[in-house]
Every structure is written in C-alpha cells, then in structure tokens.
Nanobody
Framework: QVQLVESGGGLVQAGGSLRLSCAAS??????IDWYRQAPGNQREWVAT???????LYADPLKGRATMSRDSAKNTVYLQINSLKPEDTAVYYC???????WGQGTQVTVSS
C-alpha cells in the first residue's frame, strides 16, 4: 500500500514560482500524474511523469512547468513558473500503477 503526501503549495504573486512535491511511502514512486481542482471545477489532469522519465504536460502548463524525480527520496517534483491567478487550485498527485491519491496541496496565486 502506497501513501502519497503533497507539499510545497502556498500563496504566491502572479509571475512567481512554486515547487510542489509528491513524496511516496510504501512503494516506489514510478509513474505519477498531477491533477488540480479549482473551486467549482472538475479535477483536471495537468502533468505525468512516467517510470522512464517520460513527461507530459497539459496545455495550461506547457512551457511553464518542469517535473523531476529524486529516487533516493522517493519523491517527484512539479515546478511551475510564471504562475497565473488561473493556476489557483488544489494540486494532487496520483500513483498511476497503484491508483492512489495524495491529500492535495493548495496553490493560490494573487494578481
């Protein structure tokens, strides 16, 4: 059984950056999806890092986001630059193989 814990969210001004972390315990952190959910909206997929470091980004994050993995820490990171108010949401990571979600981390971008 894997547990995922997201962190790194916070309040940031538009144009700033944040690095979100998704730390796993109980299983290797291989392929991970990132999703986000803004108030009143459905949860939307924003990025995937595969077990061979394949990376996919949804259009809203393309060119502004970078994912990386630290296998020693069993953690995946999502760095988002040039943050916009419309990036405000709770960001979740999901372990693809084990279909497990973290609890989410709030990102709030002020204009």
């Amino acid at each position: 059984q894997v547990q995922l814990v997201e962190s790194g969210g916070g309040l940031v001004q538009a144009g700033g950056s944040l690095r979100l972390s998704c730390a796993a315990s109980g299983a290797p952190i291989d392929a991970i999806d990132w999703y986000r959910q803004a108030p009143g909206n459905q949860r939307e997929w924003v990025a995937t890092i595969g077990d061979r470091d394949m990376r996919l980004y949804a259009d809203p994050l393309k060119g502004r986001a970078t994912m990386s993995r630290d296998s020693a820490k069993n953690t995946v990171y999502l760095q988002i630059n040039s943050l916009k108010p419309e990036d405000t949401a709770v960001y979740y990571c999901r372990h693809l193989r084990l279909d497990t979600w973290g609890q989410g981390t709030q990102v709030t971008v002020s204009s």
